[in-house]
C-alpha cells in the first residue's frame, strides 16, 4: 500500500505551526507528561500567554492546582483507554470575563512511538444562553414572567409523584369584572392590570410556593403544602380587591379562587386542577369575590348542571316547555293593579317545574337567556295584551342580554309588530347590573327609555350603588328589595333604611314598589312610609295569567271601562 504525501507541508514543526495558526479556535497539543508541545495561536490568544510562554510547559502555568489535578486525572484516561473526552465548564479569563467552553480532547498515536492529545477548545457561551432562554420561555409567561402551565404541570409531578409523597394545594384564582376593564380601557390597560395583579400574587406566594398564569385572567397559587390554603386565598382575595391604579385610570376588580387540597384519593395533576376548577366555579356561583373548597358533592352539582344545560339547548328549539306566570303589583294607597311582572317557569319532563333562580344563570353564563328573553318579552307582551286591559307588563332583563348591541332595536321591534304601545312596557333590571353596567349597557337603556319604555331598577338596596352610580341611569321606578320588607319587625333599623330608599326614591321623582309582601303589618308600615306600590305573597302569588284572580284584575277593568 502506497501512503499519500504532502511533501514539504510537515516536514518542520515550522510549517504544522504556521498550518494551525490558521484555525481560529484554539487548539493544542500535550505529551504523556501533560507538556504543551503545540498551541496555536487562538489558543495562547485565549489562554492570554505567549505561545512561547506556554510551549514545553504543563497547565501548572495557567490554573490553580486543584484545576490541574482534574484535568490531568482526564487526560490519564484518555491516554489509558484511548477514548476521545469532553469537558465542558466556565472558565474566567485574566480580564474577568467569564466563558463556558467545552474542550474536546482525542488521543493520537505517533508513528515513531509516542502518545500524544489533541485538544479543541469551543466557546458555547452564545449556544448556552439561548439554550437557556428557550428554556425559560418554555415555562414562562411572556407578559408576568411567573410560570406557565407546563411549568406548573412540571412542578406538580415532582410534588405528587416524588419519592416521598406531598400534599400540595391548588388555588385556581379567576379575576371577576376583568373583561369589563379590558372592553372598556382597553387591551393596554388590561395587560398592565394582569401585570399588576400577577405582582401581588408573588406576594402572597410563600418561597417554595409557585405562582403560575395559565393565559387570560386566570392565574394558579401552586402551594406545597395545603395547610395554609384558606389564610393564603384570604390574603389573595384581598390583594385583588385593592384598586389598581393604572396610568390615569383607577381600576377595581375582584377575584373568585377555587381551592383543592391533594390528598390520598387525588395524586394525579389533572384530577387535583379539575377538582380546583370545580371549586372555581362553586365559588363564582356563590356570588364571587371568595373562594370554595373542593368537597366530592360539588362534582355531582356539576354534572347535574351540565346535564340542564344540554336540555335547555334542547328545549329552546320550539320553548313548549318554558311558561309564564304572572305576579300583580298594586297602588299602595287604592290596591288597583297597575302592572304584572312576568316571570319565567321551565316544566321540565323530568325534574318537573323548575325556579328561574336555577336555570337563569345557567342561561346567562351561556347566554342561552338572549333567545330566552326574547321569547319572554315576545309571550309576556302577547298575554297581557290579550286582558284587553290598560295594565303595564314588567319583564326581567339580564345584563346579559344588554350586552346584544341590537337589544333596544329588536324591543321596539317586537312590540311593534304585536302593536303594543311602549309606555305599557316596563323593563325590570337589578341594581347590581346597573351597578357593572358599561356606557354601551347604560345608552342602550337610555335609547329604550326615549322611546317610552319604562325602566324599574329591581332588587334595589342590595348593590352598591351610590347616589352618583344612580344618577348614570334615569328609572321610572326602584324596587325595594325583599330582604329589607321581610327585615320589618325583625330588625329594630327595618323602619329607617326603608324610609331612606322611598325617600331617595321621592328625590328621583319616581315610584317605590315594595317586593315582597307577605303580612298585613308589613302592608301597613309601607303604606305609612309612603311606598307608592306593593308586590307580594300578600296581593297575590305569582300564577299563569288565566289563574290570576278575576276580582283583582276585574277591578282595574271597571275602571278602565
Ligand atoms: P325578581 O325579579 O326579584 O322576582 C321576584 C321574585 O320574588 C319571584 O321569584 C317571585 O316569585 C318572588 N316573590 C314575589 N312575592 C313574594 C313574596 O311575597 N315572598 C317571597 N318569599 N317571594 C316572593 P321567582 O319567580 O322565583 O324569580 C326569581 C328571580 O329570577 C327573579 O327575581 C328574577 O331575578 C329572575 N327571573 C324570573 N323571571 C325572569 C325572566 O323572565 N327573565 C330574567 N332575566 N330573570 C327572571
Ligand atoms: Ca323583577
Ligand atoms: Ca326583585
Redesign the pocket.
Known amino acids: 500500500m502506497t501512503h499519500l504525501s504532502l511533501p514539504g507541508i510537515f516536514d518542520s514543526v515550522d510549517s504544522l505551526q504556521s498550518f494551525v495558526d490558521i484555525i481560529p479556535c484554539p487548539i493544542f497539543v500535550k505529551d504523556r507528561q501533560h507538556r504543551f508541545v503545540l498551541v496555536n495561536q487562538a489558543a495562547a490568544d485565549f489562554f492570554g500567554m505567549h505561545q512561547n510562554e506556554l510551549l514545553g510547559h504543563t497547565d501548572l502555568n495557567l490554573f490553580p492546582k486543584e484545576h490541574v489535578a482534574e484535568y490531568w486525572m482526564m487526560d490519564d484516561l484518555l491516554f489509558s483507554t484511548g477514548e476521545t473526552n469532553e469537558n465542558e465548564e466556565d472558565l474566567t479569563d485574566r480580564a474577568g470575563n467569564t466563558r463556558r467552553i467545552v474542550t474536546r480532547k482525542s488521543p493520537v498515536k505517533l508513528s515513531t512511538g509516542g502518545d500524544l492529545l489533541v485538544a479543541v477548545i469551543s466557546d458555547v457561551t452564545e449556544i448556552r444562553q439561548a439554550e437557556a432562554h428557550n428554556r425559560y420561555l418554555a415555562f414562562h409567561d411572556q407578559l408576568t414572567g411567573l410560570a406557565n402551565r407546563a411549568m406548573l404541570y412540571k412542578r406538580l409531578d415532582e410534588l405528587l409523584g416524588g419519592p416521598v409523597p406531598r400534599h400540595p394545594a391548588v388555588l385556581l384564582v379567576d379575576l371577576d369584572r376583568f373583561k369589563e376593564v379590558n372592553d372598556c380601557l382597553g387591551h393596554l390597560v388590561g395587560d398592565e392590570l394582569i401585570r399588576a395583579f400577577a405582582d401581588r400574587l408573588v406576594a402572597c406566594a410563600g418561597s417554595t410556593d409557585l405562582a403560575v398564569r395559565l393565559g387570560g385572567d386566570e392565574f394558579v397559587l401552586l402551594l406545597s403544602t395545603a395547610d395554609d390554603a384558606e389564610a393564603v386565598s384570604d390574603r389573595i382575595l384581598e390583594a385583588a380587591h385593592a384598586p389598581f391604579s393604572i396610568g390615569e385610570s383607577q381600576v377595581m376588580i375582584g377575584a373568585s379562587i377555587g381551592v383543592a387540597k391533594a390528598d390520598h384519593g387525588c395524586e394525579l395533576p389533572n384530577e387535583l386542577l379539575r377538582r380546583a376548577d370545580v371549586a372555581l366555579y362553586r365559588a363564582k356561583s356563590l356570588g364571587r369575590n371568595r373562594f370554595a373548597l373542593f368537597s366530592p358533592d360539588m362534582d355531582e352539582g356539576r354534572q347535574a348542571r351540565m346535564d340542564l344545560e344540554a336540555e335547555m339547548r334542547l328545549a329552546l328549539a320550539d320553548f313548549s316547555q318554558f311558561e309564564?306566570?304572572f305576579?300583580p303589583q298594586v297602588r299602595s294607597d287604592t290596591g288597583r293593579v297597575v302592572a304584572i311582572?312576568?316571570?319565567?317557569?321551565w316544566r321540565h319532563p323530568r325534574l318537573g317545574l323548575i325556579?328561574?333562580?336555577r336555570f337563569?344563570p345557567i342561561?346567562?353564563e351561556t347566554g342561552l337567556?338572549v333567545p330566552?328573553?326574547y321569547w319572554?318579552l315576545a309571550d309576556?307582551v302577547r298575554q297581557v295584551k290579550a286582558l284587553g286591559l290598560s295594565i303595564r307588563v314588567a319583564?326581567?332583563?339580564?345584563p346579559v342580554?344588554l350586552r346584544q348591541t341590537c337589544f333596544a332595536e329588536k324591543v321596539l321591534q317586537t312590540i311593534a309588530r304585536l302593536d303594543f304601545p311602549p309606555e305599557l312596557l316596563e323593563l325590570?333590571i337589578?341594581e347590581t347590573a346597573v351597578f357593572h353596567a358599561n356606557k354601551p349597557e347604560i345608552d342602550i337603556l337610555d335609547s329604550l327609555r326615549r322611546r317610552g319604555v319604562r325602566v324599574a331598577l329591581?332588587?334595589f338596596g342590595t348593590g352598591y350603588s351610590t347616589l352618583t352610580h344612580l344618577r348614570r341611569l334615569a328609572v321610572d321606578k326602584i324596587?325595594i328589595?325583599?330582604t329589607f320588607?321581610?327585615s320589618i319587625g325583625q330588625m329594630t333599623d327595618a323602619d329607617a333604611i326603608i324610609r331612606a330608599l322611598v325617600q331617595l326614591g321621592n328625590s328621583l321623582g319616581v315610584d317605590t314598589t315594595a317586593?315582597?309582601?307577605?303580612t298585613e303589618e308589613q302592608r301597613q308600615l309601607l303604606c305609612e312610609l309612603g311606598c307608592t306600590e306593593l308586590?307580594?305573597?300578600?296581593i297575590a302569588?305569582?300564577t299563569p295569567m288565566a289563574e290570576i284572580e278575576a276580582s283583582l284584575i276585574g277591578e282595574t277593568r271597571q275602571r278602565a271601562l
Do not use: C, M, W, Y
Not at 311582572?341 to 317557569?345: G, H, N, Q, S
Not at 317586593?515 to 307577605?518: K, P
Open positions: 309564564l306566570h305576579q311582572e312576568a316571570l319565567v317557569r325556579a328561574p333562580s337563569i342561561a346567562e337567556i330566552l328573553g319572554i309576556a319583564v326581567n332583563v339580564s342580554q325590570e337589578t329591581d332588587d324596587k328589595d325583599r320588607v321581610r317586593e315582597g309582601v307577605e308586590q307580594g305573597f300578600l302569588r305569582p
